[in-house]
């Protein structure tokens, strides 16, 4: 049978002693208890911040992409340019979509969108690399 000291008054008393037969201090068990019922607790504290933490990043964390609308080709590169602070360097230049890539990587684009309900637009977007 193992030994043990009683934490109050340090008479050896046996491990599996519940409390000490000198001085009715409770032993060892007593904090085991307490470690099982903190336990469900921060398992529930981790599964609510995993959840909460998940919804927050996933929204805040979208790679850079940015979308805009603008009328004119023109007010969308020009927002652009503003939003990137450099010349933007055209790669492909059509009727309805310029795109491009800066020097430090940055892939940007306007694109035109034709819908019904807001009509024809240009669209703004960049992603930093
Ligand atoms: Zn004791």
Redesign the pocket.
């Known amino acids: 049978m193992a030994l043990t000291k ?6 050896e ?1 046996s491990t599996k002693a519940k ?7 409770p032993q060892g068990p007593k904090q085991y208890n307490v470690a099982i019922l903190i336990f469900p607790l921060i398992i529930g504290w981790l599964l609510y911040s995993f959840f909460t933490t998940d919804h927050t990043s996933s929204s805040t964390n979208s790679s850079g992409f940015r979308g805009a609308e603008f009328s004119t080709l023109e007010q969308c590169m020009t927002g652009l340019q503003k939003e990137l602070g450099a010349k933007l360097r055209v790669i492909i230049d059509e009727p309805e979509e310029v795109t491009g890539s800066q020097a430090d990587g940055t892939f940007w684009a306007c694109e035109k969108k034709s819908t019904g309900t807001k009509g024809i637009y240009w669209e703004g977007y960049y992603k930093a690399k």
Do not use: W, Y
């Open positions: 009683c934490k109050k008054c340090g008479t008393i409390e000490c037969p000198k001085c009715a201090a």
